[in-house]
């Protein structure tokens, strides 16, 4: 049996990426779900590499911070004066001086970078037996990347940064993507003789090409299948531009696995998302984090759904909710905010302009309208009546609230926790519960109305209150009877 070939992932993260004008580094900026380095980094997985090293630089302990939790395996390595990207490399390979085979370096700012395109530059470098191979693309406008430059048998010369390009150079429009394998020997070799002379005074890994060229290594391009997966960001606008592409990338594909995205510009879907066939995304919507949608399930429009399960033949429209797990066939809103520990049975209804939280209901139970449900446990069949409170909270503590099977709860009502309302009981509307209300009961709390007569007339005369009143007195009096008003 073969032995799997050695490989080592090197990712450049140390820039502070001073055009985004951010407090936060650049590879941590969001986008659909993950960082920039983030995307990179699952980009890089099928590589298959015995370690995964970041060169961390500007603010490296909050780039640590999200390695730790996002790629705990991966090792931060950090470069303290950022003197180029030769350099960065030389110092990610000094913590791993027993690496073998190839070794793939990436730039941290390339979230369209494909699993697919990583792996195979890497089959076509080791299967070409070179030294380097570079990742390349044909762009429209090359302005401010490096050029990649081949001699008269279209093999690989060297690579030109910008800065450093003739006129002649700079017209050449196939460009450096910043995505590199190297043989692991010689790579070590050419670092130790890269030189500052060029015009920022930095070691570039990019003159290991000429290097090893020059030395008869095989060097080669791996031209992408799309140019697209070679876009870096240097700021808030590509950044934006960036995640439009990828929004259009990730709803064309659940689109053709048998999704229904009625407007797919106005539907943003984060990466770590999972939809099943027949779901329908209606426009406005948003599905983020780890959001599940079974089949069948209808969402938006104008919804935004973070961390929440939805459940097959769910109807969620007009709806924010965070940390849900709505159930099947269950329906919510419009206007419903669930927020984290609400859990939804089947069929299961919260209706326009309900807000809950920490709160369970059971099979077919409904809050139709209106209400705030928070800690609070609702069993099946259960009605809960328009702008009832679950009063959960005392200035100190939060108190807990039980609604049994089949029980109903009238419009208006406060229940005052911690209290229980069980199975088969009814709750009159209006009522303000802080008392268990027994099965089969009617709880109620309602002061007897009292009608204070006359009482417009004297005290709001002249309004038209006073005037309706009057208008309608009179109608009531029998034909040819006067009434007191006249």
């Known amino acids: ?52 090293i970041v060169v961390v630089g500007h603010k490296a302990d909050q780039v640590k911070a999200h390695l730790a939790e996002v790629a705990p395996s991966a090792v931060p390595v950090l470069q303290a004066e950022q003197n180029g990207t030769g350099h960065a490399v030389r110092i990610a390979l000094e913590a791993v001086p027993d690496a073998g085979g190839t ?26 037996g070179r030294g380097a191979t570079v990742l390349a693309a044909e762009v429209p406008d090359p302005t401010g990347l490096g050029r990649i430059v081949r001699d008269a048998a279209g093999n690989l010369e060297r690579i030109v940064e910008e800065r450093d390009a003739s006129p002649q150079v700079r ?21 130790s003789k890269l030189s500052t002379d060029n015009d920022q005074g930095e070691e570039y890994l990019t003159d290991v090409f000429g290097l090893l060229a020059s030395a008869g290594d095989p060097v080669g391009v791996f031209v992408a299948p799309d140019a697209q997966e070679t876009l870096g ?32 510009a106005t539907t943003w879907i984060d ?12 426009q406005n919507s948003q599905l983020l984090g780890d959001t599940t949608v079974a089949a069948g399930a209808i969402v938006g429009p104008d919804t935004t759904l973070i961390d929440t399960t939805v459940g097959a033949g769910a109807v969620v429209l007009r709806t924010h909710s965070i940390g849900a797990r709505i159930g099947d066939e269950a329906t919510v809103g419009p206007f419903s905010f669930l927020r984290p520990g609400t859990k939804l049975g089947r069929k299961a209804k919260v209706g326009g302009f309900v807000e809950t939280k920490n709160a369970e ?67 009159a509307a209006g009522s303000a519960i802080q008392k268990t209300v027994p099965a089969g009961s009617l709880g109620v709390t309602r002061a007897p109305q009292r009608n204070v007569e006359g009482w417009v007339a004297r005290r709001r005369a002249g309004t038209v209150s006073a005037e309706a009143a009057e208008r309608f007195e009179a109608a009531k009096a029998p034909e040819g009877e006067i009434s007191e008003a006249e």
């Open 1 to 52: 049996m073969s032995q799997a070939p050695r490989r080592t992932v090197v990712v450049l993260a140390a820039g502070e990426g001073k055009r985004m004008k951010s407090a936060t580094p650049k590879v941590l900026h969001p986008l659909l779900g993950r960082t920039l380095v983030g995307h990179v980094l699952a980009a890089a997985e099928p590589a298959g590499a015995e370690q995964v």
């Open 103 to 128: 070794v793939v370096v990436l730039n941290g700012d390339v979230p369209l970078l494909r699993p697919e395109t990583v792996s195979s530059l890497i089959e076509a470098h080791e299967a070409g």
């Open 171 to 191: 017209a050449i429009r196939e460009i450096n993507a910043g995505i590199y394998a190297f043989d692991v020997s010689s790579l070590r070799e050419a670092l």
């Open 233 to 264: 960001c240097n700021d808030r606008a590509e950044l934006a531009k960036l995640r439009a592409l990828l929004r259009d990338r990730v709803n064309e594909a659940w689109m053709r696995s048998g999704v229904s995205i009625l407007d797919p």
């Open 271 to 282: 990466v770590t998302v999972t939809i099943e066939r027949d779901a329908e995304i209606d």
């Open 361 to 427: 209901l059971g099979d077919g139970a409904k809050v139709p309208h209106l209400s705030y449900v928070g800690d609070a446990t609702i069993g099946a069949k259960s009605n809960i009546g328009a702008g009832t409170i679950f009063a959960n909270y005392d200035g100190v503590n939060k108190n807990h609230t039980t609604v049994g099977e089949a029980a109903f709860v009238g419009s208006d009502t406060v229940l005052i926790a911690p209290v229980e309302i069980e199975p088969g009981a009814y709750v």
